[in-house]
């Protein structure tokens, strides 16, 4: 099993596990892009193929989030069958503080998982609420201590 890669822009690094063990390869930006009020779409210059059975999660490295920079749809995923230009959203929730990513920087990183394929069944409302639980509807908040 494997993962391919396709690089449409061959002069960025390799993306690679950098360490032993890692959950994530590591992205680069594949343009020059200040993140500021707006949502901007970062191409990271690569496809990626996927296998049936899994999904890649793209994940923004921990050192933007203390810059205000986050994924709006994190963790962002690309599914098996897509083979498409991998593009990273990003937003700026500092409304003080523009972040420039440069071109060749590492930003991100993907994470593949296995993703258990289970059949989708529609029930009725008695079928669905048959086995009771602890939290029931509870949602938002329910169980923390405000």
Not at 23 to 47: C, H, K, P
Request: avoid cysteine; charge should be negative; proline fraction near 7%.
């Amino acid at each position: 099993m494997e993962v391919k890669i396709y690089k449409s822009a061959p002069d960025l690094p390799t993306p690679k596990y950098n360490h032993e063990g890692d959950a994530g390869f590591d992205v680069y930006s594949n343009e020059d892009i200040i993140v500021s009020e707006d949502i901007v779409l970062v191409d990271i210059g690569l496809r990626i193929s996927v296998p049936y059975g899994y999904e890649a999660q793209i994940r923004l490295r921990s050192s933007y989030a203390k810059k205000g920079i986050i994924i709006p749809n994190a963790p962002g995923t690309i599914d098996y069958g897509y083979k498409g230009p991998v593009m990273i959203a990003l937003a700026n929730i500092n409304p003080h503080n523009s972040v420039h990513v440069s071109r060749g920087e590492r930003f991100a990183q993907i994470v593949i998982n296995e993703i258990p394929l289970l059949p989708l069944n529609t029930v009725s409302k008695g079928e669905f609420f048959e086995e009771d639980t602890e939290r029931g509807e509870d949602g938002f908040g329910s169980t923390g201590k405000w």
